[in-house]
């Protein structure tokens, strides 16, 4: 494909306790290299990954979104991994961990109790620790990411957004009003999606700061999204969950509604909608 952009790769699609899909984590990928977003949580991130063909050695940056469990723990095992094939001579440059202050210490610390020390010393040296602050840009895969706080009332989250492809994504709370000029005509944005409407007295996402479809996709149509990716949602039928989130997102949004499964894989153009 000659046409610039990346592919996102969904390694994972659920919210914390799913049990039928794996936990929301993504890659970033253009050619050979890949930006990895979350871990989900737990060594199934390195299953998936090797089911997609993404390799290690591929991945030489990471950012972690928050502290919860299903999406810090998983990427305690990229940094096992990645450190493994450094000692062992297998891993080329350096390996970029991207967090706040608070999620970068709370992953030291559990990285510092069950990894090796060996792989723990390996930080701030060849594992470079990127201590991001609200607003901070750096270039991942050529492109200028600016990572921002999203201001979660539940504990401290970023997001980030890329310029080139007009990509916001927001972690996995709801987009935050302050946040409406940021989105307003974006070509893409990655969202979640706790369940549908008609279920919202069945899954409560609203005590849990999560968004119904309808929720997404109206507020998606008022600020004149192109393309808007659902993710970090329940699993109770997960054969249907396509169908069903499009058809309650196509009734308030007429843009394009994207439900990917775990594995699959979205190319996003630079600056056009696809």
Known sequence: MNEKGLFVTMLGTGHATVTKCYNTCFVLREHERCFLVDGGGGNQILRILEERDIALVQIHDLF???????????????????????????????????????VMENLLTICRIVLMKKVTDLFGGRIRLVRLRDGESHTILDRKITFYDIM?????????????????FCG??????????????????LHEAFCLYSEKEKFGPYEKHHSTVRDVCQTAE????????LMHTEDSHI???K???????????SGRVWVPDDGERIFIKEGNRT
């Open 172 to 189: 996995d709370e709801p987009l935050n009003r302050a946040f409406y000029p940021e989105a307003q005509g974006v070509s893409w944005l």
């Open 239 to 241: 054969q249907d969950r």
């Open 64 to 102: 972690i979104t928050h502290s919860h469990s299903d999406h810090i723990l998983g990427a305690v095992w990229i940094v096992r991994g990645v450190g493994q094939l450094m000692l062992a001579g297998k891993y080329d440059d350096e390996f970029r961990i991207y967090a706040c202050d608070e």
């Open 222 to 229: 008022s600020l004149h999204v192109k393309n808007l990716v």
């Open 243 to 253: 169908r069903l989130y499009k058809e309650e997102g196509e009734k308030v949004y």
């Open 152 to 168: 979660s009332t539940k504990l401290i989250q970023y997001g980030f957004k890329i310029a080139e492809e007009k990509l916001l």
